[in-house]
């Protein structure tokens, strides 16, 4: 069983910048690739960034690319998604996703996909 705590969001204006942080249990966090999702009202969940177990592949959706940056730190079982020059339409509940694998450069673009899944974190964007 693993656990996913979230923190960073809040209410920030566009174009500035916003670190998002999420904080794994358990001693098998190299196990796992990660990803951020984010879900705004009304719409699905999507997937924002996605990265594998090695950390070498990272799959970004376009409307964050060149803004945000995904990491991890399998020493301290967090991973951290750097947001810049956000903008409103980045205003959403932000989620982090752990999927038990096997493969160290494999990436997972689906929700279904993941095992574990935070609680979610805020991040509004004003414009």
């Known amino acids: 069983q693993v656990h996913l705590v979230e923190s960073g969001g809040g209410l920030v204006q566009a174009g500035e910048s916003l670190r998002l942080s999420c904080l794994a249990s358990?001693?098998?966090?190299?196990?796992?690739?990660m990803a951020w999702f984010r879900q705004a009202p009304g719409k699905e969940r999507e997937l924002v960034v996605a990265?594998?177990?090695?950390?070498?592949?990272?799959y970004y959706v376009d409307s964050v690319k060149g803004r945000f940056t995904i990491s991890r730190d399998n020493a301290k079982n967090t991973v951290t998604l750097q947001m810049s020059s956000v903008k409103p339409e980045d205003t959403a509940v932000y989620y982090c996703?752990?999927?038990?694998?096997?493969?160290?450069?494999?990436?997972?673009?689906?929700?279904?996909?993941?095992?574990?899944w935070g609680q979610g974190t805020q991040v509004t964007v004003s414009s």
């Open positions: 996703a752990a999927k038990i694998t096997a493969g160290y450069t494999t990436l997972y673009y689906s929700p279904s996909q993941y095992d574990y």
């Open positions: 358990g001693r098998t966090f190299s196990s796992y690739a």
């Open positions: 990265m594998s177990r090695s950390g070498g592949s990272k």
